[in-house]
């Protein structure tokens, strides 16, 4: 079954060269992982919040909002694209990613078609 993670961590966040430097180091040792172990389907990370637009179309207007549409205290950071066996394997691949550590990483199940 394939799964979204969506990586969320606070916009505030800010590590220092140090961390920063351990969490690559990190994130390429579990993508190198999951890569291996036939998971990981494709990933990115995303710009900041900052940089986004919401489209909305309401009686054929369209309304742009730049930024986020909802407050949130946790933003989308990045996502990755899995092939589990089942959600258990899901959970445990997205426990093993480095952001969980200080942020958050939510599971959505694909609807397949």
């Known amino acids: ?10 916009e505030s966040l800010e590590l220092s060269p140090e961390d920063e430097a351990i969490m690559a180091r990190d ?10 172990r036939g998971i990981r389907q ?3 990370r995303v710009r900041p919040v900052a940089d986004a637009t919401t489209v909305r179309v309401r009686d054929r207007d369209l309304l742009l909002t730049d930024g986020p549409f909802a407050e949130a205290k946790e933003h989308l950071a990045g996502y990755d694209v899995i092939e589990c066996a089942d959600l258990d394997e899901a959970i445990e691949v997205a426990s093993k990613h480095p952001v969980a550590r ?7 199940p694909f609807w397949e078609m």
Request: charged fraction near 25%; aromatic fraction near 10%; hydrophobic fraction near 50%.
């Open 1 to 10: 079954m394939r799964y979204l993670l969506l990586i969320c961590v606070e």
């Open 27 to 36: 994130t390429e040792a579990w993508v190198a992982e999951m890569d291996g």
């Open 42 to 44: 494709d990933g990115h």
């Open 102 to 108: 200080f942020g958050m990483i939510e599971v959505r």
